[in-house]
Structures are given as structure tokens and as C-alpha cells.
């Protein structure tokens, strides 16, 4: 049965898909084979892989949502070997409401799933779904399928304050629907070293859940910025950058704690380190960031710092 991770936040911004299609891409360079669902109406997912979705019309999880196709049939290859994706487009936005009268909506995602895995010929080790920004009928379907749930957290104030209201409807989500839903961990995402609030986000998280927080933190990156426009995810175009060495690493992380040990961990770590542009830097953000909250430095011209 495959590790269904549902990618989800209500509050928009916060790099909900940057982390679905490089989190999915850097677990697909382990060998795991991973399905990336577009589940959000925007499509940025899908066209942040190189997919064309104006060629894909009839078929998107769209189609399956409103039960028109078997989702084995919705489900296109990537750049990646182990990355296949299931892509969407404007029309799902559409669904919610063509939905609204259907017969137990908020199983139509877990309906499909389920029918993938008894699919022979088709089998996947992670499910990743990238929702929608809001806590609406397509991110309620995507809670119901998932095993666990996966919260990107922007180191700014804004994004705390939708935290607790998130994690209330998980909980209500896993009560009411889905029993086996479990937090897989928060992620926090858009880090600034050289801003003092995002340090200060960063202990705050880290001090009020504890464990729960992924030790990885994904800075700001001009290469995570780029790399969508390229229809590619960051490690097949900067693998030397510091974003993509970071979900690298939160794919080390999320491995670890779904399957432990470091089997295939090390696929990651070789597959890293075969490459020859590599950095000499660690990856890691150095712990003394995370834990100093202290004056941020002054940098530029205007500091008398070249």
C-alpha cells in the first residue's frame, strides 16, 4: 500500500506546491515510485513538471473526480523515471460544486486510489497530493484518502495564525472520516536568515511542536523561483542550489520517518553525490541559525559591506 501524503495549508503563499513537486521529485531520486496529484484548480503542479495541460483535456483528475475515468488512465510520465503525475486544470475548479449533490463526495479521491492499488501493472510507494488553498471539498477529499498530512509553514506571522484553525479541521477530518489520517510533520518553508521575524517564526514552531517539525528548512531561493518556468523541479535544473539540496534533505527526512533506517536514504546520498556540481557546502542550515534570534547582520553597500 503506498504512503499517501496529503501537501495541505488553507492559507495561500506559503510554497504548498514548490514543496508537492520538489518533495515528490527528490523522494522519485531514491527509486521509490512516487504519483504527484494536482489537486488544486491553478494547475501549477502539473505545468511546474513540463506538462502541457491544454494536451490533456479529457483527461485530468477532474475527470476522475466526477467519476468519468479510472484514475490509472489520468496518469502522465515526468522528466523523473519514478515520477509519474496526475494532472488538473481549470475545470476542477468546478468540481466542488458539480459535487455538491453527489452520493459520498468526500470519498471520490479515496474511491480512486483504491482502485489504483488493486490496477496490476500499477503500483506506487508515495502518493503525493498537492490542495487547493483553502479547507474546501477537494482538500476535505484529499484528507479523507491521505495517511498523513504534511503542513508547508511560511516563516512569517500570517501564516502561524492559520495554523491552529488547519490542524482543528485534521483532527475533526480524522474523527469524523478518516481514522487513519496521522500529521506527518510541519515544514517550514521561505526562510530568511537575514530577516529577524523569520528566526524568531522558526523558534517559535520549533519550541511549540517540537518533534513534529522537520529539522530541514527550505530557504528563500532564486533557483526554486526559476525552476517552474523551466517545466522542471529544482534538482533536475540547479542541483547545486541551496533549495534543491534542502528537499533533498526534507526527502531524507520524510523516508526516515515513514519507512526508517537508510537504505534509501543512501540512494539519495549517492545519486548526490555522483553528480559533479555539487557543492562542498553541507545542505543542513547550520543549527546556530535556527536557535539565534539575535540582531540579523547588515549586509550591503549602505552598511559600508561590499
Do not use: W
Not at 494536451?55 to 479510472?70: G, S, T, W
Not at 523523473?80 to 459535487?99: M, R, T, Y
Not at 512569517?156 to 482543528?168: C, I, P, R
Not at 523561483?225 to 523551466?230: F, I, K, L, V, W
Request: glycine content about 6%; hydrophobic content about 40%; aromatic content about 6%.
Amino acid at each position: 500500500m503506498a504512503n499517501i501524503i496529503a501537501i495541505a495549508n488553507q492559507k495561500g503563499g506559503v510554497g504548498k506546491t514548490t514543496t508537492a513537486v520538489n518533495l515528490a521529485a527528490s523522494v522519485a531520486a531514491a527509486e521509490k515510485k512516487v504519483l504527484l496529484v494536482d489537486l488544486d484548480p491553478q494547475g501549477n503542479a502539473s505545468s511546474g513538471l513540463g506538462l502541457d495541460k491544454a494536451l490533456f483535456p479529457d483527461k485530468n483528475i477532474y475527470h476522475v473526480l466526477i467519476d468519468e475515468l479510472p484514475i490509472r488512465e489520468a496518469i502522465y510520465p515526468t522528466g523523473l523515471e519514478f515520477l509519474k503525475v496526475c494532472p488538473s486544470d481549470n475545470n476542477l475548479s468546478g468540481a466542488e460544486i458539480e459535487l455538491v449533490q453527489a452520493i459520498a463526495r468526500e470519498l471520490r479521491l479515496k474511491n480512486a486510489f483504491e482502485e489504483l492499488e488493486r490496477s496490476e501493472g500499477i503500483k506506487f510507494d508515495y502518493i503525493f497530493i498537492d490542495c487547493p488553498p483553502s479547507l474546501g471539498l477537494l482538500t476535505l477529499n484529499a484528507l479523507t484518502a491521505a495517511n498523513y498530512y504534511l503542513i508547508p509553514l511560511q516563516c512569517e506571522y500570517y501564516a502561524m495564525e492559520g495554523l491552529g484553525q488547519f490542524l482543528h479541521t485534521a483532527e475533526l477530518i480524522r474523527k469524523g472520516l478518516n481514522k487513519k489520517l496521522q500529521q506527518l510533520g510541519i515544514v517550514l518553508t521561505m526562510f530568511d536568515s537575514r530577516n529577524n521575524l523569520s528566526r524568531q517564526v522558526v523558534t517559535e514552531v520549533k519550541s511549540h511542536f517540537k518533534s513534529t517539525v522537520f529539522d530541514t528548512v527550505i530557504p528563500r531561493n532564486v533557483k526554486l523561483s526559476e525552476s517552474p518556468s523551466h517545466g522542471k523541479p529544482v534538482l533536475l535544473y540547479d542541483i547545486s542550489s541551496t533549495g534543491s539540496q534542502s528537499y533533498l534533505n526534507l526527502a531524507q527526512e520524510v523516508i526516515r520517518r515513514l519507512e526508517g533506517g537508510d537504505k534509501a536514504v543512501e540512494k539519495i546520498e549517492t545519486k548526490i553525490l555522483t553528480e559533479e556540481v555539487i557543492s562542498d557546502e553541507l545542505p543542513e542550515i547550520p543549527i546556530e541559525v535556527l536557535n539565534d534570534i539575535g540582531p540579523t547582520e547588515k549586509k550591503g553597500v549602505e552598511y559600508g559591506n561590499p
